[in-house]
């Protein structure tokens, strides 16, 4: 099983990014997928989560709005596209799957907002 994320990087506040995670090893349409972030010194905080056929999505009250998650069950990728950012939005960004729970986590992409 793989979960590789990519597109992090700097981007100064008031711009975009798009996260992209690429699915291998399991049968990627019958999982949830959802993105986690961590930023130094705090915990591990779910950002958003996307249903097995995508018809569903959830977000963290301080991304609403301003993050979308989308998946193409055709390619088995999940992305995260990310607008408005700001200093605070800066973390390690995990992609993640699991049918009930978290069964695979991905090792992360950086992503720092900053001037």
């Known amino acids: 099983v793989q979960l590789v994320e990519s597109g992090g990087g700097l981007v100064q506040p008031g711009g975009s990014l798009r996260l992209s995670c690429a699915a291998s090893?399991?049968?990627?349409?019958?999982?949830?997928m959802s993105w986690y972030r961590q930023a130094p010194g705090k915990e591990r905080e779910l950002v958003a989560t996307i249903s097995s056929g995508g018809g569903r999505t959830n977000y963290a009250d301080s991304v609403k709005g301003r993050f979308t998650i989308s998946r193409d069950n055709v390619k088995n990728t999940v992305t995260l596209q990310m607008n408005n950012l700001n200093p605070e939005d800066t973390a390690v960004y995990y992609c993640?799957?699991?049918?009930?729970?978290?069964?695979?986590w991905g090792k992360g992409t950086l992503v720092t907002v900053s001037s």
């Open positions: 090893g399991f049968t990627f349409s019958t999982y949830a």
């Open positions: 993640a799957g699991g049918v009930i729970g978290v069964s695979y």
